[in-house]
């Protein structure tokens, strides 16, 4: 995620020269902290992503079993205790390192390719219609990596139910992927890479597009106070405030789970269907149409108000501890 701080500070005429990075170091930078901030959004937003996939998971030929979030949240606490909402947390953080670190890297291939297609010249920064190309870019491409990781997550996150609804015992991370290696091949570990490649290669150009156009408004907007050029020159080489940074991620994440939900959710119910069963998957549309036949557009949006909730603080912070970590520690 290119920031607009860092942006700015290349495209002055008065950066240093001998202050300038390689592509090798700014790569390593962005999977080393992307990885790290990644990490710490996971955390914060791992047991409200729990009861959004099993919101999103609830099957068709049963009576729902949760009226709404605050049911669910309720009834899974009631059942395994708070940290039975963390369940399966070792894929997705590992996920999360892989999804953000990917995203870091692939949104600066994704600004390499628009540089050299002629458009923009390197000495300028990128307007943002660019960034919102270079965000779908980086999404398309970490949804290969990603959609892997989250099948496993969703099959530990919401385990496998006996015909009468009653929940087998949650399986673990190795039992999960030696089942779907034994019954799917390897082809099985994509099984709902269409939803993740809509909603991440969406999502992240509405990610990176709405937190950079954040962030150029409250650079207007903070230039409009200076009383002097020189102190706008100066507003334009430091970072936002804390508080303007954190609202610019918070209104990323917002955007980006908002905007593509339905495909999310569609993904979730491939991705949580039972290995090895005698039935046969359904394909990303097939399962869209079952599922608007069966609760229409709300059934699509099921889960989707936590969700949002939960992307605002979690995103707000995967921003400020990647910049902080590019401003203050770079390599």
Not at 53 to 71: A, E, F, I, M, N
Not at 292 to 313: D, E, K, M
Request: glycine fraction near 10%.
């Amino acid at each position: 995620m290119a920031t607009t701080e860092v942006q700015n500070m290349a495209a002055k005429p008065s950066h240093n020269p001998i202050l300038e990075k390689s592509a090798a170091k700014e790569s390593i930078e962005d999977i080393i902290y992307g990885s790290v901030a990644g990490i710490v959004g996971k955390y914060i937003e791992y047991p409200f992503d729990t009861v959004k996939v099993r919101l999103q998971s609830q099957p068709d030929h049963l009576p729902l079993r949760y009226t709404g979030p605050l049911d669910c949240f309720r009834q899974s606490i009631k059942a395994d205790g708070f940290l039975g909402l963390y369940r399966g947390i070792s894929a997705p953080l590992f996920g999360a390192a892989a999804e953000t670190s990917s995203l870091f890297f692939f949104e600066r291939i994704g600004r390499e390719v628009v540089y050299a297609s002629g458009y923009y010249s390197r000495d300028r920064v990128l307007p943002l219609s660019a960034l919102w190309f270079t965000g779908a870019f980086a999404g398309a491409f970490t949804s290969f990596v990603l959609t892997p990781i989250e099948l496993v997550k969703c099959k530990i996150q919401v385990p496998a139910s006996s015909k009468d609804g009653a929940p087998f015992k949650a399986p673990s991370v190795g039992s999960v992927i030696r089942d779907v290696y034994k019954y799917e091949g390897v082809k099985g570990f994509w099984h709902g890479q269409m939803g993740t490649f809509l909603r991440e290669s969406g999502g992240c150009a509405a990610w990176f597009g709405s937190k950079e156009t954040t962030t150029k408004m409250f650079h207007l907007l903070n230039e409009k106070s200076a009383a002097s050029q020189m102190e706008k020159d100066l507003l334009a080489t430091e970072a936002l405030p804390l508080w303007q940074q954190a609202i610019a991620g918070a209104s990323a994440g917002m955007s980006y789970n908002f905007l593509f939900f339905p495909a999310d959710t569609i993904k979730s119910r491939m991705q949580t269907a039972p290995v090895g069963g005698s039935g046969h998957h359904r394909t990303f549309w097939q399962e869209g149409k079952a599922l608007w036949n069966q609760h229409g557009l709300r059934g699509l949006y099921r889960g989707c108000g936590i969700t949002v909730l939960r992307s605002a603080p979690s995103s707000a912070f995967i921003f400020m501890v990647f910049d902080g970590l590019k401003r203050y520690l770079p390599m």
